[in-house]
């Protein structure tokens, strides 16, 4: 289990969505709606920080492009 922060970014790094905010989320796979509205397609960024509930030493940080079409 972990405590969860999901943020979009643009392409200037600008934030813009959070889709989570320290949110405990148990082991295993998640889903998380994101709604585009508002946004224009193109090249954003997602950012996935998690810390362990269990051990708070431990914590993972992924970023990953995506391409928004509409």
Avoid: H, W
Avoid at 17 to 41: M, N, R, W
């Amino acid at each position: 289990p972990s405590q969860v922060t999901i943020r979009v970014f643009d392409i200037l790094g600008r934030s813009v969505a959070t889709l989570t905010s320290d949110e405990a989320f148990d082991e295993g796979y998640q889903e998380v709606e994101f709604s585009a509205d508002g946004l224009a397609s193109g090249v954003y960024f997602y950012r996935i920080d998690a810390r362990s509930l269990d051990d708070e030493t431990i914590r993972t940080v992924a970023t990953n492009r995506m391409l928004l079409l509409k």
